[in-house]
């Protein structure tokens, strides 16, 4: 019999109460009918992605999580293997405010507010990598893309998922130094042209 400390443990969320700002439920079984496999590529909304398979029933139905990762709470942001056993799923997000999002996510442990400066980062390098199949979803946030649900809801062909709300906000203000250049002359080029070839 499990004890009542065993229960609230089970039942707590990933990264409660820590300093990460992913909050995550634990990982539902897959439904038996599900025909795509969920990859978190980091800052592009994948906690509130993930968040979401676990929560609506008619989402869960269309996405698997444990096929690839099989175990909960580990591998968070695993690639997908060269041949998935299902088509991938992924979300990505507008590059000038991806790059933003991982440079003031830095210093979370520390909650650290300094001022960080910019530089080129690659922030969907495995994505650029990686041969898109013909059956794969990349969502896309930002720019002029419909909000997620409303993909997922095209691509599934199911008016029954819900919308799904932003989550892991980060709430440190950190002053990012361009020399006085904007922002997105920092983007590297090949996120751009990911961007470019998925989202626009």
């Known amino acids: 019999m ?4 065993h229960i609230q443990l089970s039942a707590k969320l990933w990264n409660e109460g820590s300093k990460n700002p992913s909050v995550l439920e634990h990982a539902k079984k897959d439904h038996v009918n599900c025909t795509h496999n969920l990859f978190r ?5 994948s906690t509130s992605l993930y968040n979401a398979v676990m929560r609506d029933p008619a989402l869960h139905r269309h996405v698997c999580w444990l096929e690839a990762h099989k175990t909960d709470g580990h591998a968070w942001h695993m690639r997908p293997p060269p041949k998935p056993q299902k088509p991938v799923l992924l979300s990505l997000r507008e590059p000038t405010e991806l790059l933003r999002s991982h440079l003031e996510y830095e210093g979370y442990l520390s909650n650290s507010t300094k001022a960080v400066p910019a530089r080129v980062v690659r922030t ?3 994505i ?7 059956q794969d979803i990349y969502l896309c946030l930002g720019q002029d893309n419909p ?4 993909q997922l809801r095209v691509y599934f062909h199911d008016d029954r998922i819900r919308e799904i709300p932003d989550e892991n906000h980060n709430t440190r203000i950190r002053f990012i ?3 006085n250049l904007p922002l997105h002359a920092f983007v590297h080029p090949a996120d751009r042209h990911v961007w470019k070839s998925y989202c626009t």
């Open 2 to 5: 499990l004890s009542l400390v």
């Open 41 to 45: 590529l980091p800052k592009t909304g």
């Open 124 to 126: 969907m390098e495995w």
């Open 128 to 134: 650029s990598s990686r041969q898109k199949a013909p």
């Open 147 to 150: 909000p997620v649900h409303q």
């Open 177 to 179: 130094k361009t020399n």
